[in-house]
């Protein structure tokens, strides 16, 4: 039982480029959810899923992409990476359909040059 | 959307010493819960608290729901309670909002 899975751990890209990080969870969790750590600003909502094929936008969206093709993975997408996305990045997931009783992974450190 | 609130943002406490940690929040809530980030950016929950009190070993949290606010107690502290503590809190929609946090450095 691996729990919340992250990849990758560190990641530098250049302004411009996309990518995708990987979250995915064997506990047959409903909820699942993604957060960047800023540091002074705690965690930031920004994308959350109820469901397979359900998502919704949280507090800071934009730039990012979702999909819940799967109960166990939710990819987000970065689509054109800018310097302002650097942080740190946490997936959290629930095992019921609201986030009561978060695991979180451990985290992607993305830096944008 | 709400807004959390915690305070202090900063403590530095001599091992043994106990803390208390607030947070306010700006509306009613029907999900509120005490976070750990240890230094190695671990998250780890340590309470679901809505309202009430609740223990767990020399940690216990308290929400008052009617007065927007919830306090979590840390008695007789030690270096590995060193690390951040969040309080996020969800209300009507799904979303479950973090505050700042307050960073607590336990010294020997």
């Known amino acids: 039982n691996a729990g919340v899975t992250q990849t990758p751990k560190f990641q530098v890209l250049k302004t411009g480029q996309s990518m995708t990080l990987q979250c995915a969870q064997d506990?047959?969790?409903?909820?699942m959810s993604w957060y960047r750590q800023d540091p002074g600003m705690g965690l930031r909502l920004i994308h959350y899923?109820?469901?397979?094929?359900?998502?919704d936008q949280g507090e800071v969206p934009n730039g990012y992409n979702v999909s819940r093709s799967t109960t166990e993975d939710f990819p987000l997408r970065l689509l054109s990476a800018a310097p302002s996305q650097t942080s740190v990045y946490f997936c959290?997931?629930?095992?019921?359909?609201?986030?009561?009783?978060?695991?979180f992974g451990s985290g992607t450190r993305l830096t944008v040059v | 959307g709400i807004q959390v609130e915690q305070s202090p943002p900063d403590l530095i406490l001599q091992e043994g010493a106990n803390s208390t940690l607030r947070c306010n929040f700006s509306?009613?809530?029907?999900?509120l819960q005490w976070f750990h980030q240890n230094p190695w950016g671990q998250l780890i929950n340590l309470f679901y608290?809505?309202?009430g009190t609740k223990q767990n070993g020399r940690l216990s949290a308290t929400t008052v729901a009617t007065e927007r606010y919830s306090l979590l107690y840390i008695s007789s502290s030690q270096t590995t309670d060193s690390g951040v503590y969040f309080c996020?809190?969800?209300?009507?929609?799904?979303?479950?909002?973090f505050g700042t946090g307050t960073l607590l450095a336990v010294q020997p």
């Open positions: 959290a997931s629930s095992p019921t359909f609201t986030p009561y009783g978060y695991t």
């Open positions: 506990m047959n969790h409903e909820y």
């Open positions: 899923s109820v469901g397979a094929g359900i998502t």
């Open positions: 509306d009613s809530v029907n999900n």
């Open positions: 608290i809505p309202s």
């Open positions: 996020a809190v969800g209300g009507a929609t799904n979303k479950l909002i």
